[in-house]
């Protein structure tokens, strides 16, 4: 006898069914995206038709970030020394790998994906499991990539603007490309599944890629909160800027990623210093059209 029924089902999987729905629901709230003029007189495409109900969304979402997320990334910033952290983030990178690979493969880009298959090997063998990046030190760089990117290659549009909570900055088609590939992740069904049945696994690993990927950013973003005259406005349009760009196969100079709907810690080349993209206090007037 089996202790638990063979339909049992974690709550994750469930979660990301609510998920796919409530995105679902949510791009049919709007067909047009609303227009607004700037201080220039120039119309801008804001896509952001539930920008009343986003901005409760993203003042909850700067209240959890301010109490739980900000206090553990300094933590864990002041408790491990950088040589360490870089190979936590290194062997998140490398857990990425079979999902990276899929859609560069979906989105016709085999020199990508061959890159990323070689840095896959390389680094879980030679590189300790991904602790270290050795194809990274050989010349392949890292590079993100995930399924809602494959939805914006195919053509697909991205919907209206959506903060989710905790996660952050989205949109339907994002936010169905993140319910799927949580559901497809190798990793989380291993886990997830028989004989470990281990389903804190993937709970775990999305925490430390949080934290890994909000320490990354702390510097970063307490900046552009400092300069920025609209914050709410300046995250929208960094999300929908590095989201447009990943869509059109740009991997370099990226906008510091603003939130944690897309289930991938940041990019090395992504860590605050002197390189870091600017992003101009007046933000509002920089947006991306839809996709």
């Known amino acids: 006898m089996r202790d638990r029924p063979s339909t049992f089902r974690p709550p994750r999987h469930r979660l990301v069914k609510s998920l796919i729905i409530v995105a679902l629901a949510m791009s049919g709230c709007a067909s047009q995206p609303q227009n607004q003029q700037s201080g220039a007189g120039v119309e801008e495409n804001f896509h952001d038709p539930l920008e009343d109900l986003n901005r409760k969304i993203f003042d909850f979402n700067q209240v959890v970030d301010r109490t739980v997320l900000v206090p553990a990334a300094k933590a864990y910033r002041a408790g491990l020394p950088e040589p360490v952290r870089d190979s936590i983030h290194d062997f998140l990178n490398n857990l990425q790998a079979p999902l990276i690979f899929a859609n560069d493969t979906l989105q016709g880009r085999f020199d990508h994906a061959k890159d990323t298959m070689v840095r896959f090997v390389l680094n879980s063998t030679v590189g300790m499991a991904g602790l270290v990046d050795v194809a990274g030190r050989w010349g392949i760089p890292y590079h993100e990539n995930d399924l809602g990117i494959t939805f914006g290659v195919w053509g697909i ?67 552009i909160e400092r300069t920025s005259l609209d914050y709410y406005a300046t995250i929208r349009s960094l999300y929908r800027q590095r989201r447009a760009a990943l869509v059109r196969g740009e991997h370099g100079n990226l906008p510091p990623n603003p939130g944690f709907s897309q289930n991938a810690p940041a990019a090395p080349t992504a860590k605050a210093g002197p390189s870091r993209p600017v992003v101009s206090a007046a933000a509002p007037a920089i947006e991306v059209s839809g996709q």
């Open 157 to 223: 549009p991205e919907g209206p603007y959506l903060v989710i909570p905790v996660l952050g900055p989205s949109d339907p088609r994002d936010a169905i490309g993140l319910g799927i590939q949580a559901f497809g992740d190798p990793w989380n069904r291993i886990t997830s599944g028989e004989p470990f049945t281990l389903y804190w696994v993937p709970y775990a690993r999305g925490a430390v890629s949080g934290i890994d990927q909000r320490e990354r950013y702390l510097d970063t973003l307490a900046d």
